[in-house]
């Protein structure tokens, strides 16, 4: 069984910073965030492969990180020069034997 789970949301002014986590991952399985504006659906922001490949929508290349910590059990999303357009509720996700999973999700709020 795999759990997920995020910590790292809060709130912070445009232009700062946060790193979210995400515990419970398989090591050699791909993770994803994403992220929940308020009223809309969820949609990907950035995935990281086993084998640490990485890709990002356009909206957070050049702004996002996503890493695996040495542990390897924990991805993590570094987000910078935050915008009142990435408010919402970040989840992050995995496939393993051919189920998804979620964690709980963490609030992230961008005042301006």
């Known amino acids: 069984q795999v759990q997920l789970v995020e910590s790292g949301g809060g709130l912070v002014q445009a232009g700062g910073s946060l790193r979210l986590s995400c515990a419970g991952i398989i090591s050699i399985a791909t993770v994803d965030w994403y992220h929940q504006a308020p009223g809309k659906q969820r949609e990907l922001v950035a995935a990281?492969?086993?084998?640490?490949?990485?890709k990002y929508v356009d909206s957070a290349k050049g702004r996002f990180i996503i890493s695996r910590g040495n542990a390897k059990n924990t991805v993590y999303l570094q987000m910078n020069s935050l915008k009142s357009e990435d408010t919402g509720v970040y989840y992050c996700?995995?496939?393993?034997?051919?189920?998804?999973?979620w964690g709980q999700g963490t609030q992230v709020t961008v005042s301006s």
């Open positions: 990281i492969t086993g084998d640490e490949d990485t």
């Open positions: 996700h995995t496939k393993w034997i051919g189920r998804d999973y």
